[in-house]
T-cell receptor, first 111, second 115 residues
Framework: GQQLNQSPQSMFIQEGEDVSMNCTSSSIFNTWLWYKQDPGEGPVLLIALYKAGELTSNGRLTAQFGITRKDSFLNISASIPSDVGIYFCAGYNTNAGKSTFGDGTTLTVKP | GAGVSQSPRYKVAKRGQDVALRCDPISGHVSLFWYQQALGQGPEFLTYFQNEAQLDKSGLPSDRFFAERPEGSVSTLKIQRTQQEDSAVYLC?????????????FGPGTRLTVT
């Protein structure tokens, strides 16, 4: 089936630093999604990307949909302690009607 | 708030027992999804409903897993004769519009531990 490779698996950074994580796939998706999951909670959608090359921001978060439609990255600028959590990428295809998730990047922010 | 709720939040079952996990989606949401999330991994799709119709059950790992949404709102995921490999968090998600099913709102999940 479709597989998403998400990296890095974990990151330990100082408050105020910028963060970058990415996701690659062997298959093409027509929508890329980035979620954040806090302990004991379900994932929350952060950003959705709809076309190749698209660059979208949501506050301190910026994500891009790769030109090949097989990859995406997420940047977080000026990290703060509440950014701690697990970030998941997901690819979605309309004809399949379901999302395929990566295995997540665990972010730890040291004050 | 009126988010997706799931119950129970935690369930411990002895191997071989049957379990039923409940999902209350956001009122008026057409689509409902079940996912299985193993420790340290991302959610994996199990099944999808549009109203009461189960349109995709390709992710259900075996015939021990069964899901229903008889009135198009509340859904139940049932696992028969539980095995240790069934231990995971089971997430439910709903979305308003069946055509934009990527805009999913997740519940907090039910953590199932099979001993």
């Amino acid at each position: 089936g479709q597989q998403l490779n998400q990296s890095p698996q974990s990151m330990f950074i100082q408050e105020g630093e910028d963060v970058s994580m990415n996701c690659t796939s062997s298959s093409i998706f027509n929508t890329w999604l980035w979620y954040k999951q806090d302990p004991g909670e379900g994932p929350v959608l952060l950003i959705a990307l709809y076309k190749a090359g698209e660059l979208t921001s949501n506050g301190r978060l910026t994500a891009q949909f790769g030109i090949t439609r097989k990859d995406s990255f997420l940047n977080i600028s000026a990290s703060i302690p509440s950014d701690v959590g697990i970030y998941f990428c997901a690819g979605y295809n309309t004809n399949a009607g379901k999302s395929t998730f990566g295995d997540g990047t665990t972010l730890t922010v040291k004050p | 708030g009126a988010g997706v709720s799931q119950s129970p939040r935690y369930k411990v079952a002895k191997r071989g027992q049957d379990v039923a996990l409940r999902c209350d989606p956001i009122s008026g949401h057409v689509s409902l999804f079940w996912y299985q999330q193993a420790l340290g991994q991302g959610p994996e799709f199990l099944t999808y409903f549009q109203n009461e119709a189960q349109l995709d059950k390709s992710g259900l790992p075996s015939d021990r897993f069964f899901a229903e949404r008889p009135e198009g709102s509340v859904s139940t995921l049932k696992i028969q004769r539980t095995q240790q490999e069934d231990s995971a968090v089971y997430l439910c998600a709903s979305s308003l519009d069946g055509r934009a099913t990527y805009e999913q709102y997740f519940g907090p999940g039910t953590r199932l531990t099979v001993t």
